[in-house]
T-cell receptor, first 112, second 112 residues
């Protein structure tokens, strides 16, 4: 059974810092990996999707990497801003229509 | 245009009542899902539907029943509501065979 772990559970840093969020998964036979952002009381916004054949995916100040063999992904946020404060979730599909298995998220606070 | 929309956004109801949450997607996706986010913010898959056929049911009480009138809609019916059903319920959709998922804004259900 797939399990997803995210480290750290919470992170508070001053504005402007570059930071890395970590995600690990137990079953490396994945089709892709998806990073989401959730703001308090809001839904999930898809940030990046990395296909299993890719090693990196970039969107603006966000860069996600994937190492299938080691069961790890990282989300790199450059030049953090207070508006980046949110919970970041990592998820991998179960295959077919089995839906996504989520980590418990990293609660990020960027201090102005 | 909202890709995945849920109604209502908030639902407060008494124990023992029966309620429904509606979900619609305009992305033309073949697969739709319901997820539950508990009080600890952990997201877990409840159901997935592909072409109006239930694919999985993750040990959810049979008081919960998904109903899909067509490919664009997946409604969640809950009978005999219990206090423990209080949570945020998210609808999502994805193309079959490519599990990039798109989520609705969530329905916060409070059972009193």
């Amino acid at each position: 059974k797939q399990e997803v772990t995210q480290i750290p559970a919470a992170l508070s840093v001053p504005e402007g810092e570059n930071l890395v969020l970590n995600c690990s998964f137990t079953d490396s036979a994945i089709y892709n990996l998806q990073w989401f952002r959730q703001d308090p009381g809001k839904g999930l916004t898809s940030l990046l999707l990395i296909q299993s054949s890719q090693r990196e995916q970039t969107s603006g100040r966000l860069n996600a990497s994937l190492d299938k063999s080691s069961g790890r992904s990282t989300l790199y946020i450059a030049a953090s801003q207070p508006g980046d404060s949110a919970t970041y979730l990592c998820a991998v599909p179960g295959g077919g229509a089995d839906g996504l298995t989520f980590g418990k998220g990293t609660h990020l606070i960027i201090q102005p | 245009d909202t890709a995945v929309s849920q109604t209502p956004k908030y639902l407060v109801t008494q124990m023992g009542n029966d309620k429904s949450i509606k979900c619609e997607q305009n992305l033309g996706h073949d697969t739709m899902y319901w997820y539950k986010q508990d009080s600890k913010k952990f997201l877990k898959i409840m159901f997935s539907y592909n072409n109006k056929e239930l694919i999985i049911n993750e040990t959810v009480p049979n008081r919960f029943s998904p109903k899909s009138p067509d490919k664009a809609h997946l409604n969640l019916h809950i009978n005999s509501l219990e206090l423990g059903d209080s949570a945020v319920y998210f609808c999502a959709s994805s193309p079959w065979g490519d599990t990039e998922a798109f989520f609705g804004q969530g329905t916060r259900l409070t059972v009193v």
